[in-house]
């Protein structure tokens, strides 16, 4: 649930490891309807990143493409298959997603602040 308007502590706001990473593979998740699995490279690490863009974006067009993550989130599954961090989007008032993108060109794992 969104909470529009609230405020949280800047020291909340530090705890959230947030990196770009490049995603490597992407697929749809067989059986689910609108669910892309991406492993996505963040340096150091890779992690496997499970997110609603079917409608969207095509698998393909992620590949090969750097947005904006957060790492430490609970993991959770969803269609059985674990999402180890969550790409971020912007949602417009007309229901538009679109995936947070560095502007210019930045080494894979850099902290977003």
Not at 13 to 19: A, N, Q, S, T, Y
Not at 72 to 95: I, P
């Amino acid at each position: 649930m969104w909470v529009t308007g609230m405020e949280i502590p800047f020291n909340e706001f530090l705890k959230l490891d947030m990196r770009v990473g490049k995603v490597v593979e992407a697929e749809h998740v067989v059986g689910s309807r609108n669910l892309i699995r991406m492993m996505v490279d963040f340096g150091s690490e890779k992690r496997q990143s499970v997110a609603g863009l079917l409608q969207y974006y095509k698998p393909e067009e992620l590949v090969n493409k750097k947005f904006a993550f957060v790492l430490n989130l609970q993991r959770r599954k969803f269609m059985g298959v674990e999402s180890q961090c969550m790409v971020l989007a912007a949602e417009d008032e007309r229901g538009s997603v679109i995936l947070i993108r560095p502007e210019r060109d930045i080494e894979v794992g850099s902290r977003i602040r």
